[in-house]
């Protein structure tokens, strides 16, 4: 039996909520009995709670009509894997699709709109020099995986976009609030299709979309690394 993706993600989206609202609703009736010191303690925790449930909502309902939700298992890699994958996308994979990219008419009139279409990666192709260590994320421009690779995405073109480096660090954290509160499932965002089926590679991201992330989750930067430790 098929399932309807859309009815899929309305699935999880309520059950990320009802987690959160359970948790808020455990903190208010604990605020009651606390101490002064504790007190202090669990109203900063629920205000986290909160901002969390308000920018998984506004994730949720308010993406660019460029992207689209979906669904996607979350499959954890060991250390060494991700290492690897690591390793073989900055030396064997983002060049190639840096080129694909510059080199595609719909890309770059795409990343003019957006302000991205940064003439250092042209210099760099010219000159057939090595890209820097930070070269997708030069005047905020970011190679994004679709599926992260730390929870079971891989380097191939179909799992690979370009956004501007504020949203893949959105979506960052939009997928590792559903992590923390140990979903199997996890909802994200990806490019939509094109007109003749095939996935944009880079989608318009008007500059109005920024839902707010400040202490949406207050983590260790070893947590928000795409390489990092999964939870």
Not at 80 to 107: N, T
Not at 166 to 173: A, C, H, T
């Amino acid at each position: 039996m098929l399932i309807d993706p859309i009815a899929r993600i309305k699935t999880l989206r309520h059950e990320v909520e009802d987690i959160l609202l359970e948790q808020i609703g455990g903190l208010k009736w604990a605020l009651y009995a606390a101490s002064a010191e504790d007190h202090i303690k669990l109203w900063e925790k629920k205000r986290i709670l909160e901002r969390q449930l308000t920018f998984f909502g506004k994730v949720c309902t308010n993406l660019p009509p460029s992207l689209e939700l979906f669904t996607f298992e979350r499959q954890p890699r060991s250390a060494k894997d991700r290492q690897q994958l690591k390793v073989e996308f900055s030396r064997r994979v983002q060049r190639p699709f840096l080129i694909e990219v510059f080199q595609d008419k719909a890309s770059l009139k795409t990343l003019e709109r957006m302000n991205l279409n940064d003439h250092h990666f042209a210099e760099f192709f010219r000159n057939d020099t090595n890209l820097p260590n930070n070269s997708g994320q030069l005047l905020d421009l970011s190679v994004d995986h679709i599926v992260d690779r730390w929870l079971g995405g891989d380097n191939t073109a179909p799992n690979l976009c370009v956004v501007p480096f504020y949203l893949n660090s959105l979506k960052d954290r939009f997928v590792m609030l559903q992590v923390m509160n140990n979903q199997t499932d996890i909802i994200s965002f990806r490019p939509r299709m094109d007109g003749q089926g095939n996935r944009v590679i880079v989608p318009y991201i008007p500059n109005g979309f920024r839902p707010p992330t400040r202490d949406i989750l207050k983590l260790t930067h070893e947590l928000l690394d795409h390489d990092g430790p999964c939870p």
